[in-house]
């Protein structure tokens, strides 16, 4: 959703053919679309992609941000628009009469025939036919199976990653279908397979696009599913859930006894604990192997799973409360226990012990300001985000400081007023405070503050395309300056970009009523590049 997700869509004018607003991207763009007499759309945008006639992501965000009306289509009409997106009505009726003519014979020999060819249809009607008569699937075929979808004999490389990948993930999805006929005992055992697999595939899988964390996930899930319905021994539950995650690399098992707690119940969470603890005990002060981490996330579980925050206190403080994350997670075990003040007081330690991670802050920030609403301390949420704004300045936390403003109901301008003062203190990035004057459309004083302070080229071009309707003697030297750049020797596959970038230079000399200048310009461009024949032919086709 972007910046329409966001809020920085809105929308000034709607009429029937015309909806208008503004969006605010590195600066606040005025963006339109329409239908013109014929009924064919329409757009512009102030932005550089739509100046260049393109439709841009911030023609999206106003799209997104205007409330369609429901089509109402009656019964009838509802079925033949579906009809018309699918285009295989006919075909399917046309089908389903012919099928219905046949014996019975005819349509047991072409499934069969089907089944033959398509294994995953094969063992779902053999699963079908299990469940009919009262007995269970063939468990050894299908760990063949998966065996045979994870081919754990070759290397996979990144170019057959994803193909690798896709053949695993249908037979995860046909062992889905297993705990919905009636085996889910079968597909508990056939999952914890299925992950033990997955994890030897780490040794011999290019997993450069994360392929394997998907499929760790699918399987975490499916086990989950498939153990609420298989209602085993929790206890023999617990123990398998321990081995499986102290010894795998992947993590769908993660804290398994806090995710697990409804199914284990009292006994197997008091296996888990039993198992766990010792090992967790057992650990030296500060201990960073990978097989601590395992045993003490695997302990933070248990004390998740008991719901008792003094647990989950206990065990993050022996090994240390190292990142604002843990503060975090100890806040949000005494609000889930209806124990507000001291999940405050959690989140304030939190945020004064990371003074210097700003980065980390957020969604303890979050969590704090939203104890503080609940308590209805609406003052305090918001000093929350002014603690943030003077930490760590920048359009993300001038922004969330004013939304909490209005969500408390209070006058935005003057928190406007103050939040811009303070930013306008030499202590604070001058890069800081024009993107936000950009952003509130000060873009003259952000013009200002670039002379004054100084700012990178990334601004400088945000800076001059805010400026160049106005001021484009000021525009011209900036982008000038970006064309050097783009025309490096290194870096020839910029040109098309350098020679867009020309042409708008070749626009703001033409409206200064200045063309001599702009082919002073070109001149140069030649006389330093004119060995570069990609480039000559480039510039060639605008005729330069």
């Not at 079908?128 to 070759?154: H, I, K, M, S």
């Not at 960073?288 to 008991?306: I, P």
């Not at 403003?405 to 024009?434: C, N, Q, Y």
């Not at 900036?478 to 020839?492: D, F």
Request: glycine fraction near 10%; charged fraction near 30%; include cysteine.
């Amino acid at each position: 959703m972007g910046y329409a997700g966001e809020g920085r869509a809105e929308r000034t004018v709607a009429t029937a053919d015309r909806i208008e607003g503004i969006v605010r991207g590195a600066m606040p763009y005025q963006v339109a679309l329409w239908l013109d007499d014929g009924g064919k759309p329409g757009w512009s945008c102030t932005c550089p992609v739509g100046e260049d006639g393109r439709f841009c992501k911030h023609c999206v965000a106003l799209a997104l941000c205007e409330e369609c009306d429901e089509i109402d289509l009656d019964e009838d009409e509802e079925d033949d628009w579906e009809d018309g997106l699918s285009g295989e009505s006919g075909d399917e009726d046309t089908l389903r009469a012919y099928l219905r003519g046949q014996g019975i014979e005819r349509l047991v020999d072409l499934l069969l025939g089907q089944a033959g060819e398509d294994w995953r249809l094969r063992e779902r009607l053999l699963a079908e036919a299990a469940a009919a008569g009262g007995t269970g699937v063939d468990v050894e075929v299908w760990r063949n199976q998966l065996e045979v979808a994870f081919c754990g004999d070759d290397f996979v490389d990144y170019a057959e990653a994803a193909s690798w990948a896709h053949g695993v993930q249908q037979a995860i999805e046909a062992l889905a279908e297993l705990v919905d006929l009636g085996h889910a005992s079968a597909v508990v055992v056939l999952a914890e397979h299925a992950h033990r697999l997955a994890d030897e595939a780490v040794q011999y899988v290019d997993d450069s696009d994360g392929w394997l964390t998907g499929i760790s996930s699918d399987l975490g899930d499916l086990h989950l599913r498939a153990c609420k319905k298989a209602a085993g021994d929790p206890v023999a539950l617990a123990r398998r859930l321990v081995d499986l995650e102290l010894s795998s690399e992947l993590e769908a098992f993660y804290r398994a006894a806090a995710r697990y707690a409804g199914v284990l119940g009292e006994a197997g969470l008091a296996e888990y604990g039993r198992l766990v603890t010792p090992r967790f005990e057992a650990l030296e002060p500060g201990e960073r192997r990978v097989g601590a981490f395992r045993v003490t996330q695997a302990m933070v579980g248990v004390a998740l799973a008991s719901g008792d925050p003094e647990q989950l206190v206990e065990v993050k403080t022996r090994v240390g409360l190292r990142i604002p994350d843990d503060y975090c997670e100890i806040a949000k075990a005494f609000a889930r226990a209806g124990r507000d003040g001291e999940a405050v007081d959690w989140a304030e330690r939190g945020l004064a012990a990371f003074p210097d991670r700003a980065w980390q802050a957020p969604p303890l920030r979050e969590l704090l300001a939203e104890l503080h609403r609940r308590g209805g301390r609406a003052q305090e949420a918001v000093d929350v985000f002014w603690a943030g704004l003077a930490a760590a300045p920048s359009l993300q936390s001038y922004r969330r400081l004013l939304d909490e403003v209005r969500t408390a109901g209070f006058d935005p301008s003057g928190w406007r007023d103050k939040a811009l003062e303070h930013l306008r203190g030499d202590r604070h990035p001058a890069s800081t405070l024009i993107e936000v004057l950009l952003y509130e459309e000060l873009v003259d004083e952000a013009w200002r503050v670039a002379q004054a302070r100084g700012c990178d080229q990334r601004q400088w071009m945000t800076l001059a395309r805010a400026r160049e309707k106005t001021h484009p003697q000021d525009a011209i030297p900036i982008y000038e300056r970006e064309v050097a750049a783009l025309l490096q020797p290194v870096k020839s596959k910029l040109y098309p970009s350098a020679v867009d970038l020309m042409a708008r230079i070749q626009r703001l000399y033409e409206a200064q009523g200045r063309p001599h200048g702009f082919a002073a310009y070109i001149a140069r461009v030649r006389a330093e590049h004119g060995r570069k024949s990609s480039l000559m032919g480039l510039m060639a086709r605008k005729r330069w």
